[in-house]
């Protein structure tokens, strides 16, 4: 049994184990706390008031159980806080630990006799209860956040059916190899990517795709792991399995964009970091202050430790990664494959859309647009490219195919570079080919023919004509017109206030029909690649920041050298690709939503920036008690900061669940 | 496979070569882009004057 493939969903699944095992820990921790810490409130609240506990008693009962609570499920905290600091840094574990601690030892040192006031022996346990239950939430929504990236791998079925000899052995996705032919019936999710051998039925790719609408498969075209048969039957031979689908490809890639770190983190973590210090600082600062205006022990230390239990630096810090997480899970939903986080932030800011013609704003396929020939003429025509490669000759066959007109066995063929094809054709001399054919074949263009070939060529396409015995039979108009959607997605992104320029490798003539089509005003023609990553960094110095949409193998160079590349997707090794995001399913449409998408993400990171600011700005005095007659208790302090760090998760999640 | 005399240089060329052009309705082909393209400046000059050698030597 071959064990070298590795199969996509294990594979995926090593940090869901991680997420997982975290969340056991803080339920295993809540478990011991919570029940604890409402022990403890009992006793001090209910039992000790009514007498039913004498105070010595209560005292060391609750000292008890808080030593429990902060040496067992407090231990996450104070380890973090070891760890960081052992970083020469400082974190929110600091602070709980800071805090919590504070209030632990001078309910000790009271039970010792050592101080007087009163006890606050709720407060810690209370507090590591609350943070806990907090992150337990939040662990429980960031492993949802992520879910659609894993629903991906979960896709693809585990088990195929393969046809060998006659029959067909159900083989584990693993032995499955490239090559082999797998049977697919209605209703089941197809497990290799490959071509359609027989059979046809209706395919479900909206999970690659993102597109709602059922498509037709049937014998040659190309079928996907991860989508799903809806009707009749499908017998694929397997061109790629296991990890090397494309399905698994994308989920490992937006996988490694949402792990990966973000340049803008290294700044919130610096940030956090001194920030913790501040209230580190705040938090003696008050201790001193409480002291010096004569106010008891235990009302400045109070002060302090909902000072240090208040402060919450990871609402800063959480904010920009978990949007960005989110929006990287939820563009992968939609057929977009986001590899470089920070390129949903850096969209917000482009000024500047370049985008590549032949396949990205065109299909890519030239095609014969118009045709001014008899079907006689036709088949005289087809038949003398059939045995050419060439993409204009392709073009002219399939016209012939699509108007059913046969082409017949040629002698004599003759490919001529940067002319055409000569052939002869059931004893008929027959040319196809520019104008320099034209005349290599002793013909001559009639005035009507000349002005045909001239408004083909002022509409962007390339004139062809058709020569039989000498005499000019049909001219055929070649051209690779825009996408359906072009015009749709070039209106909106000028709609947006986006500078749009077009970048090609192609002549003058086609590129300017094309811009015309859509009505792009800046038109950059006969580009080698090198070339159109210098129009890249031309763009960039005249108007801003730009985003390149392109080939992701041909515009390698203008995708890098954009602030943010968009490539293509040709639906093969997109590993291989260049490009911050990819564009799985092809659709030229996907750009308006990955734009959509980004707003979306940015305004969440600065939602979530400006709420932990405030946050911050607002409940950090409350806590050192500058409002007069306000305490908060370092209970609330914890419920607060729980809610808090709650809420910025929360707003994050909620990306998933908008439209775009 | 039938072979054709290139008309600038002499040599024997086989059909299969990349370089070949039209003239007059015929097809001629060449040993080498040299050759060929030699041929398209003043074509007349090969065909009434025979094979010259090669053009760069």
């Not at chain 1, 956040?145 to 629903?151: I, Q, T």
């Not at chain 1, 395919?203 to 993102?210: I, L, Y």
């Not at chain 1, 993400?601 to 920036?609: A, E, G, L, P």
Request: charged share 20%.
């Amino acid at each position: 049994m071959p064990c070298d493939v590795k199969v996509g969903p294990s594979d995926l699944d090593v940090d869901r184990r991680a997420a997982e095992a975290d969340l056991r820990d803080l339920r295993d921790r809540l478990l011991t706390s919570a029940p604890l810490t409402a022990a403890i409130m009992i006793i001090v609240w209910f039992l000790q008031p009514r007498g039913l506990l004498p105070l010595n008693v209560t005292l060391w009962l609750g000292l008890a159980l808080a030593t429990v609570v902060q040496f067992y499920p407090g231990w996450r905290f104070i380890k973090g806080a070891v760890r960081a600091f052992r970083n020469s840094t400082a974190n929110m574990d600091t602070l709980v630990a800071l805090g919590t601690l504070t209030a632990y030892a001078y309910s000790l040192l009271y039970a010792l006799h050592l101080v007087g006031g009163e006890p606050f022996l709720d407060s810690g346990p209370a507090v590591i209860t609350l943070i806990l239950l907090g992150r337990w939430l939040e662990a429980k929504v960031r492993l949802r956040a992520s879910s659609g990236v894993r629903e991906l791998a979960k896709l693809v079925p585990s088990r195929a059916r393969v046809i060998a000899d006659g029959g067909e052995v159900i083989m584990g996705i693993g032995e499955v190899k490239p090559g082999h032919r797998v049977m697919v019936k209605a209703g089941e999710g197809i497990p290799v990517d490959g071509i359609v051998d027989e059979g046809s039925g209706y395919v479900d790719e909206s999970a690659m795709t993102g597109e709602p609408a059922p498509r037709l498969r049937k014998p040659g075209d190309v079928v996907l792991a991860g989508t799903r048969l809806l009707n009749g039957y499908l017998v694929i031979r397997a061109t790629r399995v296991g990890e090397f689908s494309l399905i698994a490809q994308v989920a490992r890639l937006a996988k490694e964009a949402q792990a990966a770190r973000l340049p803008i983190q290294s700044m919130v973590d610096k940030v956090s970091a001194y920030f913790t210090w501040v209230i580190i600082g705040v938090a003696v600062a008050t201790l001193a202050a409480w002291l010096s205006l004569k106010a008891p022990l235990y009302v400045a230390v109070l002060h302090m430790a909902s000072v240090l239990v208040v402060a919450c630096p990871c609402a800063l810090g959480l904010a920009t990664p978990m949007s960005i997480m989110v929006g990287v899970d939820r563009a992968t939903q939609e057929g977009v494959l986001v590899r470089n986080g920070e390129a949903l932030e850096k969209l917000s800011k482009i000024r500047v859309m370049a985008f590549d013609k032949t396949g990205t704003l065109t299909e890519g396929n030239p095609r014969v647009v118009k045709a001014f020939i008899n079907d006689d003429a036709l088949a005289l025509a087809a038949s003398a490219e059939y045995p050419s490669n060439h993409p204009i000759a392709r073009a002219v066959v399939q016209y012939a195919e699509s108007l059913k007109v046969k082409a017949t066995k040629v002698e004599e063929f003759n490919q001529l570079e940067g002319m055409g094809v000569v052939a002869v054709v059931n004893g008929r001399n027959v040319g196809v080919g520019n104008a320099k054919l034209v005349e290599g074949m002793e013909a001559k263009l009639s005035p009507r023919e000349e002005q045909l070939a001239r408004d083909i060529e002022a509409e962007g396409y390339t004139p062809i004509f058709v020569v039989i015995d000498g005499e000019v039979k049909g001219v055929l108009a070649i051209g690779d017109p825009p996408r359906a959607e072009a015009a749709e997605v070039v209106n909106e992104v000028r709609r947006l206030g986006l500078h749009i320029s077009l970048l090609t490798g192609d002549s003058e003539g086609s590129a300017l029909g094309v811009a015309k089509a859509l009505g792009i005003g800046e038109v950059h023609a006969n580009l080698m690649p090198d070339d159109k990553a210098r129009v890249v960094r031309e763009l960039k110095a005249k108007y801003g920041a730009v985003a390149m949409v392109g080939d992701g193998i041909n515009d390698a160079v203008a995708l890098n050298e954009a602030d943010v590349g968009v490539a293509m997707g040709t639906g093969s090794d997109i590993a291989k690709e260049a490009g911050d995001v990819i564009l799985v399913s092809g659709r030229l449409r996907s750009i308006l939503t990955l734009l959509r998408l980004s707003k979306l993400v940015v305004n969440n990171i600065k939602f979530n920036i400006a709420y932990a600011f405030a946050y911050n700005l607002i409940l950090v005095p409350v806590a050192v008690g500058l409002i007069p007659g306000l305490t908060l208790r370092p209970e609330l302090a914890g419920l607060a900061m729980a809610l808090s760090s709650l809420t910025v998760t929360m707003n994050a999640y909620s990306i998933k669940l908008r439209r775009v | 496979m039938a072979t054709h005399i290139d008309p600038v240089c002499g040599m024997e060329v086989g059909e299969d070569t990349a370089f070949k052009t039209l003239y007059k309705g015929k097809v001629y082909y060449f040993c080498s882009r040299q050759c060929k393209e030699a041929f398209d400046k003043d074509p007349e000059r090969y065909l009434k004057g025979g094979p010259r050698g090669m053009p760069h030597h």
